[in-house]
């Protein structure tokens, strides 16, 4: 490499920002680029605030995925967890790389069929599907429904006999596991309102009742112990309970696991100090322990599924703003508002998640001042990053947010009349609008007036 090349390379780890799309690089003109597309060029072309995807390190994130599970064991499958982030273009990617999906509504199912998903390849989960939305997944010949309770147990089994189909479907299982995450993302111990708890027999009876249901093919478990989950030793553990559980079924009921679900939860690296493990180390952790424990219990190795979003989305993302504004408030902290905020990234006020930032027109500028990067919204907490270094930020500067793959978009809100963000796709020089930028027409297309 020359050394102009090497000036072109994005020093990362130099300026110690968090992790951006694989592709960046700062261009000639001193700009942050990726996949070869100069941000503050969209900028002009698309307006702001803008997500942008580099959508090669999503394919590549697909393919590590799948081949870290197929190469391990001899039935795998991948699943998206598509209420990470969903469009079309999104959908048409996870099924040109031979993923599953998981849809957690009508309304994910409705996305991904529109894209042309293969229904079969798809697992439906949800605590609360209504009626309605069961009618419509055994209709769409969905490949899997995830069964999260009793009543919907009952209710699907009734549901298929009405459209004249055995459904394929898997009971979800609170194992009863601590992961060392966020409360609100903590989703495998008892007390969660999701799934069906191995304590006093709740999840064995919901087995004695699936084998039962004339209508449904029980094929075997679902587990999902949470998410940004960082320490995979809770995956080990839950496995292990998994697989006594199915013991148990094999013992009362006769009934053989077939397909284990292990969920998704993989951490991803904000920035500072975190150190998530990669998808590699996931799979081997899980594939060797689905291995040990169901020999152990003297089982047959079922197909193992992953069911991951964030791992798949979040780095691959960005969010970019305009400064739209810089206040001083003398002897306690610089405010830099951005033209977006908690409506496109609800993340740092629901979990306090920490983001980190950099000005897209000089990322290699050394930082002169500690900022506060603020959204437009009115709410004192609509705090976008924290104690962020930036070098002199300025009213039109553009201002980037690395790692906002996930649960960004998914989330938005139309909170203060803020139109949704686009969404771009970035390849090779080439954006492609994913998701166009809501218009103020589109934010009353769904109004009645009263005369
Ligand atoms: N499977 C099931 C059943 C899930 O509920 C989830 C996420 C996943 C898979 C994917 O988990 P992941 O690999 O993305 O961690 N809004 C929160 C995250 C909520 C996760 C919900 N379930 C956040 O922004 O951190």
């Known amino acids: 490499m020359t050394a102009a090349a090497a000036l072109c390379y994005f020093p990362a780890m130099e300026l110690a920002i968090p992790p951006l799309p694989q592709s960046s690089r700062v261009n000639a003109s001193g700009h942050l680029e990726v996949a070869g597309c100069d941000l503050v060029s969209l900028a002009r072309e698309y307006g702001t605030p803008f997500y942008a995807y580099d959508q090669q390190q999503i394919i590549d994130n697909c393919r590590a995925y799948v081949t870290a599970m197929s190469s391990r064991a001899d039935d795998s499958e991948v699943i998206y967890a598509s209420k990470a982030f969903t469009c079309l273009a999104m959908c048409q990617i996870v099924a040109d790389e031979g993923l599953s999906l998981d849809v957690a509504s009508g309304g994910e199912l ?32 969905v490949g899997h429904v995830v069964i999260d309770s009793l009543d919907e147990l009952e209710a699907l089994d009734a549901a298929a006999a009405a459209e004249g189909r055995r459904q394929p479907v898997l009971l979800r299982i609170t194992p009863g596991i601590e992961a060392h995450t966020h409360d609100f993302v903590q989703t495998g111990r008892l007390d969660s309102k999701f799934g069906l708890c191995l304590a006093e027999g709740v999840a064995l009876d919901a087995v004695g009742r699936a084998l039962a249901a004339d209508n449904l093919e029980l094929e075997g478990f679902h587990m999902h112990i949470g998410s940004q989950i960082f320490a995979l030793e809770p995956y080990v553990r839950a496995i292990g309970l998994m697989a006594d559980f199915a013991a148990e079924c094999r013992r009362r009921h006769g009934f053989e696991c077939r397909l284990l679900d292990v969920g998704g939860g993989l951490g991803v690296s904000y920035g500072g100090d975190d150190e998530p493990a990669g998808i590699d180390e996931l799979a081997g952790v899980i594939v060797d322990a689905v291995r040990e424990e169901m020999a152990r219990a003297d089982l047959a190795m079922p197909r193992i599924a992953v069911e991951p979003g964030r791992s798949i989305v979040a780095n691959a993302g960005l969010t970019a703003y305009t400064i739209e504004a810089v206040k001083t408030v003398p002897g306690i902290r610089t405010f830099v508002a951005v033209d977006g905020g908690m409506s496109d990234n609800l993340r740092p006020m629901l979990y306090g998640a920490r983001y980190e930032a950099l000005l897209a027109e000089r990322p290699l500028a050394e930082a002169d001042q500690t900022v506060t990067v603020a959204g437009k ?9 924290r104690d962020q270094p930036l070098p002199d930020p300025a009213v039109g500067d553009l201002l980037v947010t690395p790692s906002t793959g996930a649960y960004g978009y998914s989330m938005a809100s139309n909170y203060n009349g803020q139109p949704r963000p686009a969404v771009l796709f970035l390849r090779d020089g080439d954006a492609r609008v994913v998701i166009r930028r809501e218009s103020y027409e589109d934010l009353v297309r769904l109004h009645g007036r009263l005369d």
């Open 377 to 385: 919204h009115c709410e004192s907490g609509d705090l976008l990053v």
């Open 110 to 141: 409705y996305i991904a069929l529109k894209s042309w998903f293969p229904p079969e390849r798809i697992y439906v989960h949800g605590n609360a599907n209504s009626g309605g939305e069961l009618s419509r997944y055994v209709r769409s010949e």
